[in-house]
């Protein structure tokens, strides 16, 4: 999570660290320690500061704008999880598995408690199209069957 970026959402909102603090159930010091970048927000945590701010959670990342949405730009992006690099580089697997910008893009921007494997982030795209009924992207309308 990008601190910065959670600020300019939080400022965008026109919310103070203390509002956004009650919203979420944080401290306005623990707020601006994030913000800072001096402490990390658990998933759990950026997924309700995003909730809170009404925001995509990956608009909090640290290359939110700029998420790479192609296995060349993952590969080129020194931030990539190594099992996300292992599925980007494997070039027939990413191919037969047609993954779409927007799910390279969603796949980066996870924010996981532990380091996903090639595997897992298989598991990951498959759960994305599930939800998103491959779209890549959510419904807004959380009733809307794929």
Do not use: C, F
Not at 18 to 44: C, F, H, N, W, Y
Not at 48 to 76: C, F, K, N, R, W
């Amino acid at each position: 999570m990008n601190g910065e970026r959670l600020r300019e959402a939080r400022l965008r909102a026109g919310l103070n660290q203390t509002e956004l603090g009650r919203r979420v159930g944080l401290s306005q010091s623990m707020i601006g320690a994030i913000e800072r970048s001096d402490r990390s927000a658990t998933p759990e945590t950026a997924q309700a500061l995003a909730d809170a701010l009404g925001i995509a959670l990956d608009s909090l990342a640290d290359s939110a704008g700029h998420l790479p949405d192609s296995p060349d730009a993952l590969l080129e992006n020194q931030h990539t999880a190594e099992g996300l690099r292992e599925l980007a580089s494997d070039r027939v697997l990413a191919a037969s598995l047609d993954i779409l910008p927007s799910e390279w893009r969603a796949l980066r921007s996870l924010v996981l408690p532990t380091p996903a494997t090639k595997d897992g982030y298989i598991a990951l795209l498959i759960t994305i199209r599930l939800v998103t009924g491959g779209r890549g992207t959510p419904s807004r309308d959380s009733t809307e069957s794929p």
